[in-house]
């Protein structure tokens, strides 16, 4: 089954750690994907940018809206992604747990519908 591992965290809280904390997480995250591909369960992973370079879009009445960042206020944004191909939930729940970011924010396991 595949699985959407969506990683959510305070962007601010990740760009306050020291420059050499920043370093470390980046190398968690390169093991980490090496550990997916190396157990076949990677398809896809991303880092997003910043939710200040996105925008929302909302189409109303046949009018386009647009905003700036995420449509809805939270504490944590998405900063990125992993698409994994596991056997099952619990494989993929304890693939998410070694998801750095876990540490700092949260991450949410979402089932692909095939």
């Known amino acids: 089954m595949r699985y959407m591992l969506l990683i959510c965290d305070r962007e601010e809280e990740f760009d306050s750690l020291p420059e050499q904390e920043v370093a470390q997480v980046m190398k968690e995250y390169a093991n980490y994907t090496a ?3 190396e157990a076949g369960a990677y398809i896809s992973g991303n880092r997003l940018r910043p939710v200040a370079t996105a925008k929302s879009v909302r189409v109303r009445e046949g009018q386009t809206l ?33 998801i750095p970011s876990a540490r700092y924010g949260t991450i949410e396991v979402r089932a692909i519908w095939e």
Do not use: M, N
């Open 35 to 37: 550990a997916l591909q």
């Open 66 to 98: 647009l905003t700036d960042g995420p449509f809805a206020e939270t504490k944590e944004q998405l900063g990125g992604y992993y698409l994994i191909d596991v056997k099952d939930l619990d494989e993929a729940l304890q693939w998410a747990a070694k």
